[in-house]
């Protein structure tokens, strides 16, 4: 693990698109930021996914962040609304790339399970693990706290990631190697 | 209607995205081009969406249609497809809302029952349909010829659109109103 990695959490919705930016260093988070991107509501659906581009483009270029951690979210969703999802889901990661930032992509219940142990927890919950882990006083927009749970989450598995990748081969049988 | 409508049909896929740019002056359509965009398979999604929004930029700024004609199509689509489908069309539809293209959106069964007469044609009878209409010879590439279905359809669609407003206010009994 660097020294200290940056991300910013997407939650992606065409009405509200939630953001939040976590720099993790050894032993510690750090909230940078968070907020929504709301379109206006009489603008076409092209126009309001131009919007949320720009506002993604401006966070990357703003935070400089790592990686973008994005909701990966198939449960419990219809056909029609999965569509809509994928056009956020794609202009956010358009912006992504343009400013050479790699995606990483968590499901609701991995998010939860990384925030408070638990890949069932309740919203609330999820929103007390995040105020408690970066020291956030009053309340947050309930996209602006998933995306910060999406940056916290993908700082966790980074960080698991590379302790299991220091320890893994030794411990591994060798059977499953 | 005007002298002459150009539109971009672009039929979305993560693998294969279509396009085809026909122009309709009054009795008569003109091909002016197709083709399709497949990004290179080793790319990551993001990148294969940057790729795919590229090629649409390029398509709006060599031909600077009048409207952007994207399919629509809901119907046997899982909620996973419909998830890659929507990323293709945000970008799609993001390139669109840059160059001030406005959007339209037609079904298969909008498109086929615009250029053959039946909402239920086999492919064969489409390809044959939009062949024999902008006199082209020689094979299409399947989805290149959705494309131009889909320019087509828009055409046609405007044109009775614009054929309704000239007409219906005066035919419509005063309940309707």
Redesign the interface.
């Known amino acids: 693990m660097r020294e200290s990695v940056r991300v910013l959490g997407i939650d992606p919705g065409t009405a509200v698109t939630g953001w939040g930016v976590v720099e993790g260093r050894p032993g510690a988070f750090r909230h940078l930021g968070h907020g929504t991107v709301s379109p206006p509501l009489k603008l ?4 309001k ?2 919007h949320i ?1 720009g506002a993604v483009v401006e966070q990357c270029a703003t935070w400089r962040p790592h990686a973008l951690a994005l909701e990966k979210s ?1 449960v419990g ?4 609304s ?10 956010v ?2 912006a ?3 400013a050479g930032v790699v ?1 990483a992509e968590y499901s609701p219940a991995e998010t939860k399970l990384a925030v408070t142990g638990s890949g069932r927890a309740e919203k609330t919950q999820v929103e007390r693990a995040i105020a408690r882990e970066l020291a956030l006083d009053g309340a947050i927009a309930a996209d602006a706290a998933d995306a910060l749970a999406l940056a916290l989450c993908h700082l966790q598995t980074f960080r698991l990631r590379a302790l299991l990748a220091a320890t893994a081969p030794r411990r591994l049988p060798l059977g499953a190697r």
Chains 1, 2 share one sequence.
Do not use: K, P
């Open positions: 076409t659906l092209a126009r996914l131009a581009h198939f969703r219809n056909v029609q999965a569509f809509r999802l994928g056009e956020v889901r794609g202009v990661m358009l992504a790339a343009a995606v």
